[in-house]
């Protein structure tokens, strides 16, 4: 096991676990002492019905839900909702590769699914809080991939979803992109097929991996309109040290590459023997679908051609000059635009 204050309750808390025990994967292997990390916010009723589930996104943790997307009068709303966070297997906080112990930790941790998530987490809803039904799944990215993989996987219990800026199916475009991040993460000598002694030994590749970011994570408007000025830089290349370095820096590389493995193979089709617009039609959520027009990684085109095969969706485009990486709350008027459509969708009945 290898220490890292990055993911502990100082930084990403606070957070409760919850022990899956032996945890069997869709790949083979077994999680043992599996444990999902998770926050909740607000109340539970007595009917059970308002419950919310956001899972977390590549890199993300419940923490910044916590921070830029749960208030009083907000769509996520801790007054009228019971807001479970859960942060998927592998992100650090969960049961991860570096705080794994014996021969399963680190670099041998073993390959997780989209699908591994999701049944954990269904677990977690329903044996730990005793709920039967979903209010709404929502998620941004990875976090879009599990609202997916809910709909279809449980749709009894998913009342209404809404994916944000992610796919059902990953594309073979973003499959590849995503090698290119893995790819410089890996190639670091210091990264050592992921048994090195620290995650600062591998600050070259997180800091090639974050230039990766700062090329496809956000838009070529961003730049040119120098958005960066607004959040308190005074260059690109300031912006791109001092906010994309810095955040990735601390994280462990092991965690970032068992999340772009699972990330390059959200598929939910692989339910119906890769007919997509089968699985799709599974879903009986009232769903709104809702890509960002200037994601580089989930195109508005990608996000509406799924959005065509699930029926009672709504395609709601998010407008920003920020890109992909505005989930982390870049822009408040794009914060705005996502609780208008929450409150909008958990107002319709079901």
Same mark, same amino acid.
């Given at each position: 096991m290898l220490s890292n204050e990055y993911y502990g309750q100082a930084s990403q808390g606070p957070y409760e676990y919850y022990d899956l025990g032996n945890f069997a994967l869709e790949e083979g292997g077994t999680l043992r002492g599996c444990r999902l990390a998770y926050a909740t916010h607000g109340k539970l009723n007595r009917k059970k019905d308002n419950a919310i589930l956001v899972p977390s996104w590549y890199s993300g943790t419940s923490k910044i839900?916590?921070?830029?997307?749960?208030?009083?009068?907000r769509g996520l709303d801790p007054t009228k909702y019971f807001i479970i966070c859960v942060n998927q297997i592998g992100n650090g906080v969960s049961t991860s590769p570096h705080n794994t112990a014996g021969a399963g930790g680190r670099g041998a941790f073993p390959r997780v699914r989209i699908g591994d998530d999701?049944?954990?987490q269904h677990e977690l809803v329903t044996k730990h809080f005793g709920l039967t039904e979903l209010a709404l799944v929502t998620g941004g990215s990875m976090g879009a991939q599990q609202t997916y993989e809910w709909a279809v996987r449980y749709p009894d219990m998913v009342k209404r979803a809404a994916p944000i800026c992610g796919t059902a199916k990953n594309t073979d475009h973003d499959f590849l992109f995503t090698q290119t991040l893995m790819d410089a993460i890996s190639?670091?000598?210091a990264y050592k097929d992921g048994w090195y #002694?620290?995650?600062?030994d591998v600050h070259v590749g997180l800091r090639r991996h974050a230039k990766l970011w700062a090329v496809m994570g956000l838009s070529?408007?961003?730049?040119k309109q120098e958005v960066w000025r607004g959040l308190g830089f005074s260059s690109a290349d300031d912006f791109v040290v001092n906010c994309l370095e810095a955040y990735f820096?601390?994280?462990d590389p092991n965690a970032l590459m068992t999340m772009?493995?699972?990330w390059q193979r959200g598929d939910v089709s692989r339910h119906t023997g890769g007919d997509l617009k089968k699985a799709l039609a599974r879903i009986t959520a009232k769903t709104f679908v809702m890509p960002i027009d200037e994601d580089m990684f989930f195109p508005p085109r990608d996000c509406? #051609?799924?959005q065509k095969m699930i029926k009672n969706s709504e395609l709601r485009v998010l407008k920003t000059n920020c890109g992909h990486l505005v989930v982390n709350g870049l822009d408040p008027a794009w914060l705005q635009q996502v609780d208008d459509n929450l409150k909008e969708l958990l107002s319709l009945p079901v």
């Open positions: 839900f916590d921070l830029a997307y749960i208030g009083k009068g999701v049944r954990a190639s670091d000598p #002694a620290s995650h600062e070529t408007e961003f730049y820096l601390p994280m772009m493995w699972k509406a #051609a799924e």
